[in-house]
């Protein structure tokens, strides 16, 4: 039997078992699962490449000629959300890529002068100029937090790249003609970090006490999730990346509408301003323990996935998703993966 043959068969059979598998791990809960791979753990060997203006960092995993994933991290966290996800992929013969966002971790911007901007547009054009770079010409693309902004940015504004998307919190294009609009004091209150950030007070505190923010902004968001000390050293060494601070803070500050944006996505920018919808087929995920973003049934962003769109809650996982319930995240992409 021949090696294409092998996969193929592996890979109609995973996709087949994901379906049935999805819906047990959506319901599961999460506390009964692992937390996670050992801290010990971690996403080596990297390899780097030039793409678009950024010189990105990345970690691959399984084989070749797979079906493509690429697994997008958010802030405060890095790759390593990916750890299991990445493993469980690549063991159902899909080619996972796990890229460190611009500010992150080994990715480095290529010019000195390029503005460090974090905006919306900006993050979905890196995933597209990695997929040039790297010569890929459609994947799954699935993220949470900025990783998941990026995915519907590439997803509305590319989907012929893109096979499948998966994100935690449905719909994340930002809404930037909105962003005054107050939203209820409860959830207000859980925004402490953004408007904290408009301010140089906040600019300051970001650059003195990355870990210390970081860190409130795990255990607030992920009340349940009971991760050690090592599994959150492993992310924050991302944090130290010299551009974090400037990207962090352009990309809190421009979806207010109080920084600028870069001039060569202002185009993208416009074609994301009427909040474009996902065409693609997409699996969106919500945790019912998440401290900052409520779970939902998904109806209410609904009319922006006019594809097939799946909609599920983890049961007992917070804001990061894909590191506290990592057999519900895979099995998501795995719905989406493509033979």
Same mark, same amino acid.
């Given at each position: 039997m021949s090696d294409s043959i092998d996969l193929r068969r592996r890979l109609i059979l995973g996709a087949a078992l994901s379906g049935v598998a999805s819906r047990a791990f959506?319901?599961?809960?999460?506390?009964?699962?692992?937390?996670?791979?050992?801290?010990?753990?971690?996403?080596?060997?990297?390899?780097?490449?030039?793409?678009?203006?950024?010189?990105?960092?990345?970690?691959?995993?399984?084989?070749?000629?797979?079906?493509?994933?690429?697994?997008l991290h958010g802030f405060p966290y890095d790759i390593h959300a990916y750890v299991v996800v990445a493993a469980q992929?690549?063991?159902?013969?899909?080619?996972?890529?796990?890229?460190?966002?611009?500010g992150f971790g080994a990715t480095r911007f290529r010019d000195s002068t390029t503005l460090r901007s974090g905006e919306q547009a900006a993050l979905g054009a890196d995933v597209i100029a990695l997929m040039d770079a790297l010569g890929i010409r459609r994947a799954v693309i699935a993220g949470h937090n900025w990783?998941?902004?990026?995915?519907?940015? =590439? &997803? /509305?504004?590319?989907?012929?790249?893109?096979?499948?998307? +998966?994100?935690?919190? %449905? !719909?994340?294009?930002?809404?930037?003609?909105?962003?005054?609009?107050?939203?209820?004091?409860?959830?207000?209150?859980?925004?402490?970090?953004?408007?904290?950030?408009?301010i140089e007070r906040g600019r300051a505190g970001l650059a003195a006490n990355r870990r210390e923010i970081a860190r409130i902004l795990w255990e607030d968001w992920s009340p349940d999730w009971?991760?050690?000390?090592?599994?959150?050293?492993? =992310? &924050? /060494?991302?944090?130290?990346?010299?551009?974090?601070?400037? +990207?962090?803070?352009? %990309? !809190?500050?421009?979806?207010?509408?109080?920084?600028?944006?870069?001039?060569?996505?202002?185009?993208?920018?416009?074609?994301?301003?009427?909040?474009?919808?996902?065409?693609?087929?997409?699996?969106?995920?919500?945790?019912?323990?998440?401290?900052?973003?409520?779970?939902?049934?998904?109806r209410a962003s609904a009319a922006k996935f006019t594809g097939r769109r799946i909609h599920r809650v983890v049961r007992g996982a917070g804001h990061n998703v894909p590191q506290e319930a990592p057999e519900a995240f895979a099995a998501a992409v795995m719905e989406l993966v493509k033979v």
């Amino acid at each position: 039997m021949s090696d294409s043959i092998d996969l193929r068969r592996r890979l109609i059979l995973g996709a087949a078992l994901s379906g049935v598998a999805s819906r047990a791990f959506a319901q599961a809960d999460a506390a009964a699962r692992p937390a996670g791979a050992p801290s010990s753990q971690r996403m080596e060997p990297l390899h780097h490449i030039d793409a678009g203006p950024l010189n990105i960092g990345y970690y691959e995993a399984g084989p070749a000629d797979g079906p493509v994933a690429i697994l997008l991290h958010g802030f405060p966290y890095d790759i390593h959300a990916y750890v299991v996800v990445a493993a469980q992929l690549a063991a159902q013969g899909c080619r996972v890529i796990v890229p460190y966002l611009r500010g992150f971790g080994a990715t480095r911007f290529r010019d000195s002068t390029t503005l460090r901007s974090g905006e919306q547009a900006a993050l979905g054009a890196d995933v597209i100029a990695l997929m040039d770079a790297l010569g890929i010409r459609r994947a799954v693309i699935a993220g949470h937090n900025w990783g998941g902004r990026a995915a519907c940015v =590439a &997803a /509305a504004l590319w989907p012929e790249r893109c096979s499948g998307m +998966v994100t935690v919190n %449905s !719909y994340l294009v930002q809404d930037l003609a909105r962003a005054m609009v107050p939203i209820s004091p409860q959830y207000e209150a859980a925004l402490w970090y953004e408007y904290y950030f408009q301010i140089e007070r906040g600019r300051a505190g970001l650059a003195a006490n990355r870990r210390e923010i970081a860190r409130i902004l795990w255990e607030d968001w992920s009340p349940d999730w009971d991760f050690d000390d090592a599994t959150f050293d492993r =992310a &924050a /060494a991302a944090y130290d990346n010299p551009d974090f601070v400037d +990207v962090v803070i352009h %990309s !809190y500050r421009h979806r207010f509408g109080l920084a600028a944006g870069d001039p060569q996505y202002a185009e993208l920018q416009r074609r994301l301003a009427p909040l474009p919808p996902i065409t693609v087929p997409s699996v969106t995920l919500d945790g019912d323990a998440d401290g900052v973003l409520p779970a939902s049934d998904g109806r209410a962003s609904a009319a922006k996935f006019t594809g097939r769109r799946i909609h599920r809650v983890v049961r007992g996982a917070g804001h990061n998703v894909p590191q506290e319930a990592p057999e519900a995240f895979a099995a998501a992409v795995m719905e989406l993966v493509k033979v």
